[in-house]
């Protein structure tokens, strides 16, 4: 957004459609790494705007419950610890 409050664009944007062939193996879920996960799109999207942004810029990120997840949570911790102490 500028200054005074317009819209520009987005940062990021991803579109997914899940494999078929994937479907119903929500059991196994725990057992794979992240970054084989279809979840992994949230990190993926929130590394490209860190490496967009400067530091004081403010940035909304707009997720679905899918991106409740620990590592997402650990990932932004230093981005909200460090916001609360400036």
């Known amino acids: ?3 005074e409050g317009i ?6 944007q991803q579109v997914w459609a899940s494999d078929i062939l994937e479907l119903g193996k929500a059991s ?3 057992q794979k790494p992240t ?5 992994n799109k949230w990190l993926l999207g929130l ?5 967009l ?8 990120t707009i997720a679905d419950r ?4 620990y590592d997402l949570f650990v990932y ?4 909200v610890v460090w916001s609360q102490l400036s």
């Not at 590394?47 to 490496?51: I, L, N, P």
């Not at 932004?76 to 981005?79: K, S, T």
């Open 1 to 3: 957004m500028t200054t």
């Open 7 to 12: 819209p520009l664009g987005l940062i990021n």
């Open 28 to 30: 196994t879920r725990h």
């Open 35 to 39: 970054i084989t996960k279809e979840s």
């Open 47 to 51: 590394r490209a705007t860190k490496e």
């Open 53 to 60: 942004i400067t530091s004081g810029q403010k940035v909304v």
């Open 66 to 69: 899918e991106a409740d997840f």
């Open 76 to 79: 932004l911790l230093p981005v």
